[in-house]
């Protein structure tokens, strides 16, 4: 009964690697074209897809970009400022509104999020006092100057104190690309505006 088994075992073994044998021999006179194949038509030249350029922005400002820099705009702040300063950084403005800016002006490796290039901009006054305005009335505005691009994003202003600041006007600022940069802060009815490269 055993030997019974196994040869009908065997019988069916052969007869699948028979079959598989049959299908993996098909001669190329046996294989039948389609009747209406579909055509492709293909251009003998490669197809130029509609995707966006990724344009490399260099990390120093080119010639192109007016950067402020600090040997045409001498200032020195009134006292106390007069007398602290920031190294690699330049005082800029007047008595009623001034910053401080890099003297490569150059923002670079700035936190990225989905508004874009996140950076915060210390701004003083001698109009400003923190007792009398903890929200003060300083407006930041922005544009790109060497392509297109929606306009910076300004937070609302805050406050900010300490023993190498003194008080000071701080504000939020999303560059939506890099590039070059016009900021301009406008602050009881005296205007500050400036030019900044904003690199990888």
């Given at each position: 009964?055993?030997r019974?088994?196994?040869i009908?075992?065997?019988?069916?073994i052969?007869?699948?690697?028979?079959?598989?044998?049959?299908?993996?021999t098909?001669?190329?006179?046996?294989?039948?074209?389609?009747?209406?194949?579909?055509?492709?038509?293909?251009?003998?030249?490669?197809?130029?897809?509609?995707?966006?350029?990724?344009?490399?922005?260099p990390?120093?400002?080119?010639?192109?970009?007016?950067?402020?820099?600090p040997?045409?705009?001498?200032?020195?702040?009134?006292?106390?400022?007069?007398?602290?300063?920031?190294?690699?950084?330049?005082?800029?403005?007047?008595?009623?509104?001034w910053?401080?800016?890099?003297?490569d002006?150059?923002?670079?490796?700035?936190?990225?999020?989905?508004e874009?290039?996140?950076?915060?901009?210390?701004?003083?006054s001698?109009?400003?006092?923190?007792?009398?305005?903890?929200?003060p009335?300083?407006?930041?505005?922005g544009?790109?100057?060497?392509g297109?691009?929606?306009?910076?994003?300004?937070?609302?202003?805050?406050?900010?104190?300490?023993?190498?600041?003194?008080?000071?006007?701080?504000?939020?600022?999303?560059?939506?690309?890099?590039?070059?940069?016009?900021?301009t802060?406008?602050y009881?009815?005296?205007?500050?505006?400036?030019v900044?490269?904003?690199?990888?």
């Open positions: 009964m055993q019974l088994s196994f009908v075992f065997i019988f069916i052969t007869g699948i690697m028979a079959g598989c044998a049959s299908k993996a098909i001669r190329p006179e046996e294989v039948k074209a389609l009747e209406n194949p579909t055509p492709t038509n293909l251009p003998d030249h490669p197809i130029a897809l509609d995707t966006p350029t990724l344009k490399i922005v990390h120093d400002p080119p010639a192109g970009c007016p950067i402020t820099a040997r045409n705009h001498p200032f020195v702040p009134p006292t106390p400022y007069d007398s602290t300063g920031f190294e690699g950084e330049f005082w800029y403005g007047s008595p009623h509104l910053t401080v800016l890099p003297t002006a150059i923002w670079d490796a700035l936190p990225h999020n989905p874009g290039y996140t950076q915060k901009i210390f701004w003083w001698d109009l400003f006092s923190l007792k009398d305005e903890p929200e009335e300083l407006a930041v505005t544009r790109r100057l060497d297109e691009a929606p306009l910076l994003r300004g937070s609302r202003a805050t406050n900010a104190y300490g023993g190498d600041i003194g008080e000071a006007m701080l504000t939020g600022v999303d560059f939506p690309t890099l590039g070059c940069w016009k900021i802060g406008q009881k009815g005296t205007e500050l505006s400036f900044m490269w904003v690199a990888p």
